[in-house]
């Protein structure tokens, strides 16, 4: 195969064309490709960092760091979704980022009490003084 250039604008992939269509000698393609152009093979450069990453796929700093960003996620699509910053009709940066604000406060203080009833070290209705039906 020849070497027919890089391959920027669309996914930064290597372009091969068989050497008889571009005019080479080629004893192994009798009929590659039926067509003027002639066969064409794409292949990723070995430094593309979404196939050959730093951090070997499987292993378990990599679950780590993946654990990490679905969690981000996860907050993400409370904020967006569940708090309605996505479906809101505000306009602005400032006024935006006081609503994004406002929700993750909202966040952390349900993951709070959530494990403050989990470990039942604080009871809300003994607070108050509401009877608990057992």
Request: proline letters at 4%; glycine letters at 6%; a positive charge.
């Amino acid at each position: 195969m020849v070497y027919w250039g890089f391959c920027d604008n669309d996914h930064c992939r290597l372009k091969w064309r068989c050497p008889k269509a571009t005019g080479k000698h080629c004893d192994s393609c009798v009929s590659c490709s039926p067509s003027a152009y002639g066969r064409v093979i794409y292949t990723k450069p070995d430094w593309d960092l979404r196939l050959f990453t730093t951090i070997p796929r499987g292993s378990e700093r990599w679950k780590l760091i993946m654990n990490e960003r679905t969690a981000a996620e996860r907050v993400n699509n409370r904020i967006l979704n569940h708090y309605g910053v996505k479906a809101s009709r505000t306009r602005g940066k400032g006024r935006i980022s006081f609503f994004t604000t406002i929700a993750g406060f909202n966040i952390h203080l349900d993951a709070q009490l959530a494990n403050l009833s989990a470990t039942k070290s604080f009871d809300f209705f003994s607070l108050f003084g509401i009877p608990v039906a057992s």
